[in-house]
């Protein structure tokens, strides 16, 4: 099996969450939400935020959802075309609080990142280009 990148991450959300979801990772994150129109109009049970030419993060409204509790769920890592310092200032601007900084070890080895945690309570790794 040849793997050569994610294609989509599916997370569930709060049935209420839309409008939280859209201001985060549209509004503050600047990222495009796609296929909202087919959520609204029952043909898909989630949206789309696009995260990358080929890869998208799926939130999924649910009536059940209950916040990661960090027994099975840590966090998603992303990489950013940014440096660090770029990175943060565009998040400190966007009101983005940041939980941590730290350079973990990722897919493309050590760089710098930030960890920030959206409305529903999952952890998001954004991972710096490497100085």
Same mark, same amino acid.
Do not use: C, W
């Given at each position: 099996?040849?793997v #050569?990148? *994610?294609?989509?991450?599916? %997370?569930? *959300?709060p049935a209420?969450?839309v &409008?939280? +979801?859209v201001a =985060?990772y $549209?509004d $503050? %994150?600047? %990222?495009? *939400? &796609?296929? @909202? &129109?087919l /959520?609204?109009a029952g043909e898909k049970? =989630?949206f789309?935020? @696009?995260l990358?030419?080929?890869?998208v993060?799926?939130?999924q409204p !649910?009536? &059940?959802f209950r916040t990661p509790?960090? !027994?099975?769920?840590d966090? %998603?890592?992303f @990489?950013?075309?940014?440096d *660090?310092?770029?990175l943060?200032a565009?998040? !400190?601007? +966007?009101?983005v609080?940041?939980? $941590?900084?730290l350079?973990?070890l990722? +897919? #493309?080895?050590?760089?710098? +990142?930030? /960890?920030? #945690?959206d409305? =529903?309570? /999952?952890t998001?790794?954004l991972?710096? #280009? $490497? !100085?």
């Amino acid at each position: 099996m040849d793997v #050569t990148e *994610i294609d989509h991450a599916n %997370l569930h *959300i709060p049935a209420d969450g839309v &409008e939280s +979801a859209v201001a =985060f990772y $549209r509004d $503050r %994150l600047g %990222l495009q *939400i &796609e296929n @909202r &129109e087919l /959520y609204e109009a029952g043909e898909k049970p =989630f949206f789309s935020v @696009r995260l990358a030419p080929g890869a998208v993060l799926h939130l999924q409204p !649910d009536e &059940e959802f209950r916040t990661p509790s960090g !027994d099975g769920f840590d966090h %998603l890592a992303f @990489r950013v075309d940014a440096d *660090i310092e770029d990175l943060k200032a565009e998040l !400190d601007e +966007a009101g983005v609080e940041l939980d $941590r900084e730290l350079e973990p070890l990722g +897919a #493309t080895g050590v760089a710098p +990142a930030v /960890y920030v #945690t959206d409305p =529903f309570g /999952y952890t998001l790794e954004l991972k710096a #280009t $490497r !100085d």
